[in-house]
């Protein structure tokens, strides 16, 4: 049987779009030896005027705008995963909400690669070289003029847990899953929540920055509408680190109106230690008198589940660690981003002018959404493409800009009501700043929620995903 070249480009991990545009032979996809140092001694698969590490919502955004700014651009993605999931709009399988399902939030890089024009390479980074402008893969060494840096998340349980084993450690993410980062853990989620019985559902919502902060607030709504829809007894606790809530009137309105005794509130609560196998949670409570009191009264607390969404502290991929450049000193590690006075913002690292950087790990003040990520990237590849043309572009000719984020979070599914968040970028000393406000959808009965609401999360979802795959 003849194989096509489509096919060998397919078992490659390398798009036909890819191979018009690199001189990286299909022969040169092999895995690296076990043992390798960080793919030193692996093939080098060729090099692309800029190399782009994730292909999230960032990651997308810049090679297709790179494209659209000049076709001759050679643009490459190095992902892992070999097929797109979207965290925002997920929520709203698990409320079951009516047509949305797993299939609704998975795409197919292919579809982006066709219509676009840059390739991607489907491998795991393990290594980079600056110096050497070389990106160490499962697959290869990949080279490189500019880089990009959109890699996402990871969890920090080691930092948060440092007396947990391993073993602990992966079995809280296949009994206890985050749910934060696209794969597997969505559909174990979703299947633990599809193959619920009565009790209690808890979510936890970590201190410091972690991706998407009304996330975990929307979950807890959407998973209590399909409690109330399906009958079951049982409440959603949600276990707050901190006492912030994103979008909180608006939530705690909601939950009020829609969800008394289902959706359970606790702020403050720092988790101490889980059993899963006895679905035991031990957590500390610190009850604080008024707003001088930085002390509080601290009770220790037993929980029982049914269900447990366990989202961990977050930090930056490991791949920034990996890449060298400067980050901030607290536990996500934000990238440190350049400054000057002809570019008092920009999406290039403070530590290297070739290296660029997008989305979650961004060390600028701005929420981590695929909105801002989809803005982000827009911001990044005009700042690459000047910068490929012997031009100079500054992000600040673009602020302030009203509405760069604006965030819809799903609450009710009969019917379909939402709530909303609309920031507006500016210049914020040596980073790009943020202003959030929360608006009424429903004016006439002075709610935060609405239809109209309802109906703008889905097209903002219909909109990102032609945006980035069309």
Known sequence: ???????????????????????????????????????????ML?????????????????????????????VAIIEKNDSFMSCPFSNCNLGGIKGVSLSTLTHDYSQAIENNGYGMLTAVVTGIDREKKVVYTSKGGVGYDILVLAPGID?????????????????????????????????????????????????????????CPPAPFERASMIANYMKTEGFKGKVIILNETAEVAKGAAFKETW?????????????CKIVDVDFDKKEITYVQTVFANKEDTEGVKTTKTLKYGIFNFIPHNMSSPVIEMSGVATTPDGFKKVKMATSPEKPVSFQTATDANVFAVGDVVGHAIPPSGQSAIWSGKECAKEIAHKLHGKSYSVASALPYKSANVCYSMVNGNPEEAIMVNHEFMVQGPVIGSKGSVPKGDEANNKFRSTGLGKATRDWYKGAMRDLFN
């Open 256 to 268: 009020k109106d829609l969800y008394a005794g289902i959706v359970d509130h606790q702020d403050n």
């Open 155 to 211: 969890y920090n349980y080691k930092g948060q847990f440092p007396t947990w084993s391993d073993a602990k450690i992966a079995k809280a993410k296949r009994v206890a899953p985050a749910a934060l980062m696209p794969g597997g853990e969505h559909v174990a989620l979703d299947r633990m929540v599809k193959n619920m019985e009565d009790g209690d559902v808890v979510i936890t919502v970590p201190a410091g920055k972690y991706r």
């Open 1 to 43: 049987m003849n194989i096509s070249r489509r096919d060998l480009f397919k078992f490659a991990g390398l798009s036909v779009a890819a191979a018009a545009v690199t001189g990286c032979s299909t022969t040169a996809f092999d895995p690296l030896p076990k043992g390798s140092s960080q793919g030193t001694s692996s093939k």
């Open 46 to 74: 060729g090099k692309h005027q800029v190399v782009i590490i994730g292909g999230g919502f960032g990651g997308l955004t810049v090679a297709k705008e790179l494209k659209k700014i000049d076709p001759s651009f050679d």
